[in-house]
Nanobody, 123 residues
């Protein structure tokens, strides 16, 4: 599967953004999807993940309540809704996928990655 993340941009603190992760190829519904982010000079951190049918979702503790992950298998697309954005949310956001299996939080669990989309939050 090939992934393409989009929807990033420059916003002010408190704004919202919705990122999309468009997948090509069939069997998207068989993949666990996750979002990670990487700020300059830092490691790539887990944001959220969702299993194949959306019944199992996991968030980084620090992001619970502000970020929402979802997916639309009919559209081969995953989403990350980000609300009440803060300057510390500034990063390149990546979507990732792994065939089958439960939701995971480590980059090593995901074999498919899209190009990132830049999110910049100004104060």
């Amino acid at each position: 599967v090939q992934l393409q993340a989009s929807g990033g941009g420059l916003v002010q603190a408190g704004a919202s953004l919705r990122l999309s992760c468009a997948a090509s190829g069939r069997a998207f519904s068989s993949y666990t999807v996750a979002w990670f982010r990487q700020a300059p000079g830092k490691e790539r951190d887990f944001v959220a993940s969702i299993n194949q049918n959306g019944g199992s979702i996991y968030y980084a503790d620090s992001l619970k309540g502000r970020f929402t992950i979802s997916r639309d298998n009919a559209k081969n697309t995953g989403y990350l809704q980000m609300n009440s954005l803060k300057p510390e949310d500034t990063a390149v956001y990546y979507c990732a996928a792994q065939f089958s299996g439960p939701v995971k939080t480590s980059t090593s669990n995901y074999g498919y990655w899209g190009r990132g989309t830049q999110v910049t939050v100004s104060s």
